[in-house]
T-cell receptor, first 111, second 117 residues
Framework: RKEVEQDPGPFNVPEGATVAFNCTYS??????FFWYRQDCRKEPKLLMS???SGNEDGRFTAQLNRASQYISLLIRDSKLSDSATYLC????????????FGSGTQLTVLP | ETGVTQSPTHLIKTRGQQVTLRCSSQ?????VSWYQQALGQGPQFIFQ???????GRGNFPPRFSGLQFPNYSSELNVNALELDDSALYLC????????????????FGPGTRLTVL
């Protein structure tokens, strides 16, 4: 079983749609959680951190449920430029605090 | 741009060869982490270097090795290349203080795409 699991998609949605991504993690010692965005053949870039209280950044809302070990990302009013792969990430608690990535969910926003 | 650079951009090798990949960290960062990303997968942690010492390692065999220089740049070496080593190799730099809890953002370089034939 992978430490971080997410639906690979692909998700194909029309512009303006709301889309939700879900993710589960198995290591209860994970301390920090993130969503990264990766464009085709590019490096991952931090989209947002995820907190238990939930956090919002414009059209993006992230939520963490530690009891269920579940992370979500909601994108409202999808734009063509949102097309990318979204990676769910758990940050470790060891000295390296390495990142454990899910396999990514591919999103295509259609005109 | 993150200020993290990697070289080369692309590389083609044959099975059994050895390869060295390079990463220059962002100014002010003391830590470099290396990740391997196979096609269709998320990046997997290889190891991390903090102030020139290995500071954590993922589930990779000893033929994956590295080092960090006094200027905090880093190299990843892979010996006896196998076909499955074909991947995008990413380095990420960050500013780590092991005395403190919490997380410091890791900034990724553009990666080196390695093809093993």
């Amino acid at each position: 079983r992978k430490e971080v699991e997410q639906d690979p998609g692909p998700f194909n949605v029309p512009e303006g749609a709301t889309v939700a991504f879900n993710c589960t993690y198995s290591n209860s010692a994970s301390q920090s959680f993130f969503w990264y965005r990766q464009d085709c053949r590019k490096e991952p870039k931090l989209l947002m951190s995820v907190y238990s209280s939930g956090n919002e950044d414009g059209r993006f809302t992230a939520q963490l449920n530690r009891a269920s070990q579940y992370i979500s990302l909601l994108i409202r009013d999808s734009k063509l430029s949102d097309s990318a792969t979204y990676l769910c990430v758990a940050g470790g608690s060891g000295s390296a605090r390495q990142l454990t990535f899910g396999s990514g969910t591919q999103l295509t926003v259609l005109p | 741009e993150t200020g993290v650079t990697q070289s080369p951009t692309h590389l083609i090798k044959t099975r059994g060869q050895q390869v060295t990949l390079r990463c220059s960290s962002q100014s002010g960062h003391n830590t470099v982490s290396w990740y391997q990303q196979a096609l269709g997968q998320g990046p997997q942690f290889i190891f991390q270097y903090y102030r020139e010492e290995e500071n954590g390692r993922g589930n990779f065999p000893p033929r994956f090795s590295g080092l960090q220089f006094p200027n905090y740049s880093s190299e990843l070496n892979v010996n006896a290349l196998e076909l499955d080593d074909s991947a995008l190799y990413l380095c990420a730099s960050s500013s780590l203080d092991r005395r403190l809890a919490g997380y410091n953002e890791q900034f990724f370089g553009p990666g080196t795409r390695l093809t093993v034939l």
